[in-house]
C-alpha cells in the first residue's frame, strides 16, 4: 500500500518561512509527477506546484518567485520551500504523487492526509 506523508506545517506570522516535507512510501516501482495543492475554507483545492521526475516544475501564479519545489528521487521526497508567506497562503496543503505501485502493476494519483499552514497578519 502506498501512502504519503507530510511534515513542516505550522503557524508563522506573514513575511516568514516554512519548508513541507512529503514522502512516499509503500512497494513503489514507479514515481512520476509529485506536486503541492492547497485548499482554503470555503475554496476549492487548487495546484499550487509540481514537479516531474527529470525535475520540470510549475508554479501557480499566485506563488511564484516566492516558493519553491524540489525532490529527492532517491528518498522518493518532495519539498515545498515557501518564502515572504501572506495570510492569504493559509490552507491545508496536501501533497500528490503519480505512483506505480507493485501491488496494482499501473499508474494512480495517490494524495496525503493534509498538513495546515496559517499565516498571521
Known amino acids: 500500500q502506498v501512502q504519503l506523508v507530510e511534515s513542516g506545517g505550522g503557524l508563522v506570522q506573514a513575511g516568514g518561512s516554512l519548508r513541507l516535507s512529503c514522502q512516499a512510501s509503500?512497494?513503489?516501482?514507479?514515481?512520476?509527477?509529485m506536486g503541492w495543492h492547497r485548499q482554503a475554507p470555503g475554496k476549492e483545492r487548487e495546484l499550487v506546484a509540481s514537479?516531474?521526475?527529470?525535475?520540470?516544475?510549475n508554479y501557480a501564479d499566485s506563488v511564484k518567485d516566492r516558493f519553491i519545489i524540489s525532490r529527492d528521487n532517491a528518498k522518493s521526497t518532495v519539498y515545498l520551500q515557501m518564502n515572504s508567506l501572506k495570510p492569504e497562503d493559509t490552507a491545508v496543503y496536501y501533497c500528490?504523487?503519480?505512483?506505480?505501485?507493485?501491488?496494482?502493476?499501473?499508474?494512480?494519483?495517490?494524495w496525503g492526509q493534509g498538513t495546515q499552514v496559517t499565516v498571521s497578519s
Open positions: 514537479s516531474t521526475s527529470g525535475g520540470t516544475t
Open positions: 509503500g512497494s513503489i516501482a514507479g514515481l512520476s509527477t
Open positions: 500528490s504523487a503519480r505512483v506505480f505501485p507493485r501491488s496494482i502493476a499501473r499508474w494512480d494519483n495517490y
